[in-house]
């Protein structure tokens, strides 16, 4: 057994050297094995197969980084996801190329509390799933390396284990009263990083320009890590700008290093500025030499002035820019919150392509990744720590929030993306204490925001729905749910004015509603005539159930991408006539996981995304895009819509999403003329026609102009005259197959052969054979149990080769089978 030692957690040694990090870092994806239980003790982890123990006991399995615990389970129908502790394990080559250098593993994520392991010596522990730290494991190395274990068992390898835990603990944050899931896992980049025995810990690069663009200033401040106690060193600085060409560079000799030190202040005329569309970023490169070797990186930064106008809307760069936004949760169909860097930046393009230039993340600090992009595709970023829901713990729970806001601030401190730090976000919903004081809470939020600005003085704070704190911070953003939880979409101006004459500097996040991806509806608005309009459109407790409680249409509407579209639709217009709006951001960009909806159509998925949790772009996207962004482009609704209803000769509407300035429609091959768009013509933009469709196939074809170009879409579905009545039974089919995968499609008739179109029965898959059920993804058509959308539903087959029965089930109908 190795002695035990001292050791270091290091919150945030290299977070700020991305170039140390490209040059001396190895992402420690390959070579991992996984047990999602507990073991016995750290022995169990590393005890040698043999004489005495000839079976591995448990078992592991092989698992590549970033891995979540919970990627399937989070949405498995049938099981509460699994929170409890977990083991990684693998054997490291360490090869430092340093003289008495530092080997450090810096966890750019990991949840919830995680323990590190050198052999048998637990050399760290960090509570916190969201925020980046590291640990120096170089003296538990050299104390191993001094073993005959690691000669002979371990072949001159480092046995590294590190156990994460995910269970319910009431002193944590975020709360499990949260509506998204607590995940477990090291679902975030794990990288040895080797790096000289003196090097930046943090370096806090600072650029800021008036608001004219005139002049520009920078100043460099850094802290060291240095645990052998180094004392002379010399900093190089050096600024590049935008194209790389070097604008100033500086000389600095060391003689104490501790502390905060001031290294660098320099000034420029004009500099480029950072803004949304052109997000001009300049390069802070330093080098810094001493006698343990040379410690090189660099920042990326950007000259951006920021101004949220008391009583009045958000200034960038001296001009008034709307802020249009979304949210993002970091959840993906396979994965849960284990995303590929490839995956993320497919996403926050994705959201770029929208037309966004601002996200506020939801609801703890997320992966530098992300900032990167935000940083260089010109998003404006909210970011926030986790205390949500539940109300206030005691110290250790208040020591967390501290820390986290002070490793989020610090460790996200240069990107030029962030103007919003976030403190928490609903606050006033009480369930994990039996105290619930409002003034205790009020008094931490003052502490933390008090934090914020003694960290970051040149950024503003914010919280969303908590209205006993809204004269605490700098930004306030209310509840409003139009349409959704409370009231019609048509009272949302009326709820927004009101809010925003409460508080000093308002800013709208969270808005919208669920839409089951694949239904769609002929009368989307039906529900609106049970509803209580011109009142408050805040959400309350059990606003988001769909039992009980006033008329609402999160219980009594339909659900459909239909109505979802209608909804923003308004909300978008009516965006553009409010000169007063800092902005808004729509709840959420992409469906997401959440524990505590079993019960929604796709069980254990929050659906109010405008694309599903595997990438797939609902109706919703588009009416988006023909708002906010300028390439021209052209969608015709309903391409998932492959059947639509109606009387024979009856006239239906056919809503074009565009952002051009005239489109002219054909059905058929006939044209039933142009339209010019009117963002104040609701709905779409006054591109929509009354056409009457022709009983069977239809083809919808569209051309649209935006100046001298041209776009085009097109659209093809049948047009059912039949009426039909209460399902009768199931239908089966495989309807596609792409190599070894099958598409099979289970349709509602009633008792004449007619398709249900309206049926939302429930559909449960099963499958027995050589095959696999692709399920668990948390989407319409990747989940075994799941509402039917518009009569029908689907999901693949892994076929593997080989031979499987399909099998259907719904309560109250025969359940049917078919053979793969």
Known sequence: MLKKIKYITLLSLLFTSKLLLAQQSVRLNNNWEFLRQDLGGIWEAVRPVGLGNPEAVPIWQSVTLPHCVNALDAVDPEVNYYQGPSWYRTQLAINNPYQKGRTILHFEGAGQKTEVYV??????????????????????????????????????????????????????????????????????????????????????????????????????????????????????????????????????????????????????????????????????????????????????????????????????????????????????????????????????????????????????????????????????????????????????????????????????????????????????????FPEFDKEKIRTFMKELNDLSHKIDPARYTAIRRCDFCSDIVDVYSPSIWAGWYRGAYTDYKKATEEEFAKVKRFLHVEWGGDSHALRHSENPDKALSKIKTGGSADERAGDASLYGGAARISKDGDWSESYIANLIDWHLKEQENMPWLSGTAYWPFKDFSTAIRPDNPVPYMNQKGVVERDFTKKESYYVFQSYWTEKPMVHIYGHTWPVRWGDEGEEKMVKVYSNCSEAEIFLNGKSFGSKKRNSQ??????????????????????????????????????????????????????????????????????????????????????????????????????????????????????????????????DGLKTVFTEL
């Not at 095959?771 to 799941?786: A, C, E, F, P, W």
């Open 119 to 432: 052999y048998t010596t637990k050399v760290a522990a960090h509570v916190g799933g969201y925020d980046e730290w590291t640990v120096d494991i170089t003296d538990a190395v050299a104390e191993f390396e001094k073993t005959e274990v690691y000669k002979k068992q371990f072949k001159g390898k480092i046995p590294v284990s590190i156990r994460t835990d995910n269970s319910r603990d009431l002193e944590m944050i975020p709360s499990d009263l949260s509506d998204f899931n607590v995940y477990g896992g090291i679902y975030r980049y794990l990288n040895l990083v080797y790096a000289p025995a003196l090097s930046v810990d943090k370096l806090f690069a600072k650029a800021e320009v008036d608001a004219q663009g005139k002049l520009g200033k920078l100043n460099v401040h850094a802290q060291f890590y240095n645990p052998k106690g180094i004392d002379k060193a010399t900093i190089q600085l050096q600024l590049l700008d935008p194209s790389g060409k070097l604008l100033a560079k500086s000389n600095k000799k060391l003689d104490a290093l501790s502390g905060n030190l001031d290294l660098w202040t320099f000034e420029l005329k004009k500099p480029q500025l950072w803004s949304t569309d052109k997000p001009a970023q300049y390069t802070v490169q330093y080098e810094v030499i001493s006698s343990a070797g040379n410690a090189k990186g660099e920042e990326k930064v950007g000259f951006r002035h920021i101004d949220f106008i008391e009583k009045g809307p958000f200034n960038l760069n001296g001009k008034r820019l709307l802020l249009r936004g979304t949210h993002r949760h970091e959840d993906h169909a396979g994965v849960g919150s284990a995303m590929t860097e490839p995956m993320i930046r497919q996403e926050m393009q994705m959201m770029k392509d929208m037309g966004v230039n601002f996200i506020r993340l939801g609801h703890y600090q997320q992966s530098r990744i992300v900032l990167n992009l935000c940083d260089s595709l010109g998003i404006l970023v909210w970011e926030e720590i986790p205390w949500c829901r539940g109300g206030l713990g005691g110290e250790v729970y208040k020591q967390q929030a501290r820390r986290m806001l002070t490793n989020m601030v610090e460790q996200h401190y240069n990107h030029p993306s962030i103007v919003i730090w976030g403190l928490g976000n609903e606050n006033d919903w009480p369930g994990d």
């Open 681 to 810: 013509d609701y709905p779409a933009a006054g591109l929509r026609w009354n056409l009457p469709f022709l009983k069977g196939e239809n083809t919808v074809n569209v051309i649209a102009k935006k100046g001298k170009e041209t776009v085009t879409d097109e659209i093809k579905f049948n047009y059912q005259t039949e009426k039909w009545g209460k399902p009768n039974r199931l239908v089966l089919k495989k309807i596609a197959q792409q190599d070894d995968v099958a598409t099979v499609e289970v349709k509602l008739y009633d008792d004449k052969n007619v398709q249900c179109l309206d049926a939302i029965n429930w559909i449960n898959f099963g499958l027995t054979g050589d095959g696999k059920l692709i399920d668990n993804q948390g989407t319409s058509s990747g989940s075994r149990k799941v509402q039917a959308y518009n009569g029908r539903a689907i999901i693949k087959v892994k076929l593997n080769k080989g031979t499987s029965i399909v099998s259907v089930r719904s």
